[in-house]
């Protein structure tokens, strides 16, 4: 019922990145926590047509979840909050493509323009370039200023606008 919930949601908006399992609470043993993992991942996949990449940190995947190397073929969005230059992986993963570095306490939520009250905000970083990001998960690249200014001045004639 679940699965069934989130891929509806998934589908009807399935945004730019993957599909990511949120892997954060188990009541399961360490076996049946991977075994509902992996089995969560291939009805989404076989639904979907699409990979799925894991969220979780290592505290709690290295202590909730049975040693695996079927782990590693996933993506990894690795939540460790730390102000290190890299962060620690779960164990069965040797790369993150995600890594959210900061969330709670860290007071930036208005600057980064919430207005809901929240003061933290979630950082993460990417691990690649940009045009690595834009390529790996097909967004198009924002227009530079220059572009920018054409378009617009392109959409005020098509209005009638008058343009110096």
Known sequence: MFL???YN???ENPGQLPPILDCENTTLGL????GWIKSCAAE????AGILVAIYSSPGWWNGKVQRSTWANTKKLWNAHWTTADIPILPYDWTAWKFW?????GNGLGRYYGSLDGDLDMDLDRYNGSLSNFYAEFGVQAPL????RIVALEVEA???GWAIP
Do not use: I
């Open 9 to 11: 949601a998934w589908q």
């Open 144 to 147: 530079t200023l220059e572009e």
């Open 31 to 34: 076996a049946g926590t991977l």
């Open 44 to 47: 989404f996949e076989q639904r």
């Open 100 to 104: 959210q570095h900061s969330a709670d």
């Open 4 to 6: 069934a919930s989130f």
């Open 157 to 159: 004639r098509a209005h």
